[in-house]
Nanobody, 120 residues
Framework: QVQLMESGGGLVQAGGSLRLSCAAS????????AAWYREAPGKQRELVAT???????NYADSVKGRFTISRDNAKNTVYLQMNSLKPDDTAVYYC??????????????WGQGTQVTVSS
């Protein structure tokens, strides 16, 4: 009963910025936890950033100081602001959320992925 829609990916030059969005819809009471992962060709899936319901955040060392995860509770949307992008940031980015539904059940949901390509 909950769906995630990712958007905001694209092609950008090194040093540029993108903002990814992950909009949740359905029978949602609250988003208790959210994270962004990325998967590059030939590499394992990497945890990029997390955010708790209280606002506490955590980042991979490779993106600290450049990426910011945030959320808009009124819109049930999670964002990943990516600045100073590097070619190594090229990957498919996935959002995942732990949702408390209106039926008081906690469940995890994954987005469909959005491609980010950073050129030199």
């Amino acid at each position: 009963q909950v769906q995630l829609m990712e958007s905001g990916g694209g092609l950008v030059q090194a040093g540029g910025s993108l903002r990814l969005s992950c909009a949740a819809s359905g029978s949602i009471f609250s988003i208790n936890f959210a994270a962004w992962y990325r998967e590059a060709p030939g590499k394992q899936r990497e945890l990029v950033a997390t955010i708790r319901s209280g606002g506490n955040t955590n980042y991979a060392d490779s993106v600290k100081g450049r990426f910011t995860i945030s959320r808009d509770n009124a819109k049930n949307t999670v964002y990943l602001q990516m600045n100073s992008l590097k070619p190594d940031d090229t990957a498919v980015y996935y959002c995942v959320t732990a949702v408390m539904t209106t039926a008081q059940a906690m469940r995890d949901y994954w987005g469909q992925g959005t491609q980010v390509t950073v050129s030199s």
